[in-house]
């Protein structure tokens, strides 16, 4: 039967390898990676197999790490395991920030005697290798896409190293274009506005833990763009560019070269809703066809659904009874515009004006619903619900 037990802030012993005969380590550490940011915070994931039965206590070289393994951590662990067992251990970073480059150690012990370590570098410095703009449109903000590498350990795979950290240390830096700084996100992007065609641009990247920063690193490229003028159809886009933020429109023209639904699915996924914005995707409605595809692949993005009234009638909207809450509603232009989530549904208390006939439109990802009421003086209760219209009551 298998059997480990972790105990905290043990003393630990002399350090000396002991090897088999063969030269190979009679244990072994393995899956960390050869560094990671000396950061506050930083960890390093690696499993201990046992090379024998007994107890082993783990610790680390500098003294500046804890260690975790099975929810206890510590200083160093004590573990009775058994012969090729094997025991996932956390290295996590308590130290300060260094001026330099670091070598750390979790060293395995036996007995008072060194019987293998995982040897590892505190210290990255991440730096812009290249640029690349996807797509850079007349009069609209550009994405700039930003690859990174740790100019420290160039082979090491830098996206993973981060992506390890579960958040806890993160990218950070700015692009700066012409006297003005363009933040990066945490995935190496950054948007410039209209007027960035050329020009000298500077890349700074570091790293940051709990508002705890490394240096940033400046890289400078020459910008050289070639701006494409939109097709007519897409003409709705420059629009929206007065009511997004720069950064989620500029995800969604770089999804242009794939279709309309694509690019409004990355706004979707990124753009958080307002009645300014929702008005906007609202309008979309009456425009060209690539402005209902972008209008449809919003609503795939939010998982949202969208129904329209049209002028003609006075419009209450409200939840069924026993219904889900959360709708959006926004008006103008005599429409009425409510966005609901996909799974609910809503009530339209319909009285017609007499001004004109009324048209009602479903909008969902896969396309529309449309039904329409004569010019009249009418009342009209219509429930909205998945991907019908039904008329409950009227008179």
Do not use: C
């Amino acid at each position: 039967m298998k059997r480990i037990r972790v105990v905290t802030a043990l003393a630990v012993g002399s350090v000396v390898v002991l090897w088999g005969s063969a030269g190979v380590a009679l244990a072994d550490f393995r899956g960390y990676f050869p560094a990671i940011p000396a950061l506050p915070g930083a960890v390093n994931r690696m499993t201990f197999v046992a090379p024998e039965d007994g107890k082993y206590v783990l610790y680390s070289a500098s003294g500046l790490g804890t260690l975790g393994a099975r929810g206890v951590k510590g200083e160093a662990l004590e573990i009775t395991a058994a012969k090729g067992e094997t025991l996932e251990v956390l290295y996590r970073y308590e130290g300060d920030v260094p001026d330099g480059v670091m070598d750390e150690a979790v060293i395995a012990e036996m007995s008072g005697t060194e019987v293998f370590r995982a040897a590892f570098q505190l210290g990255m410095r991440p730096v812009a290798r290249r640029i690349e703009v996807p797509l850079a449109v007349k009069g609209l903000p550009r994405l700039v896409r930003v690859d990174l590498a740790d100019q420290l350990h160039p082979s090491l795979d830098l996206k993973r190293v981060l992506k390890s950290q579960g958040g806890a240390i993160t990218l950070t830096g700015s692009v700066e274009h012409r006297g003005k700084s363009y933040p990066l996100d945490p995935e190496g992007w950054a948007v410039l506005p209209p007027e960035a065609v050329s020009g000298d641009i500077t890349v700074l990247s570091g790293l940051v833990s709990n508002k705890v920063g490394g240096a940033l690193t400046p890289v400078q490229f020459h910008l050289d763009l070639r701006e494409v003028e939109l097709p007519g159809e897409w003409a709705f886009l420059h629009s929206l560019a007065g009511r997004f933020d720069d950064p989620s429109l500029g995800f969604a023209l770089t999804m242009l070269p794939k279709g309309a639904v694509e690019a409004g699915e990355a706004l979707g996924i990124r753009a958080k809703a307002s009645e300014q914005r929702l008005f906007a995707l609202g309008e979309l409605l009456h425009g060209s066809d690539a402005a209902k595809a972008f209008l449809r692949g919003y609503l795939k993005g939010t998982d949202m659904a969208m129904v329209a009234v049209s002028p003609g009638a006075d419009v209450v909207v409200s939840s069924p009874v026993g219904g889900p809450q959360g709708w959006k509603e926004v008006r103008g232009s005599g429409w009425a515009y409510v966005f609901f989530p996909r799974k609910g549904r809503v009530l339209l208390n319909l009285r017609g004006n007499g001004s004109s006939a009324v048209e009602i439109v479903k909008v969902l990802k896969e396309g529309e619903v449309r039904r329409s009421y004569p010019a009249g003086t009418w009342e009209r209760d219509v429930e909205v619900i998945g991907d019908r219209l039904n008329v409950s009551s009227g008179s």
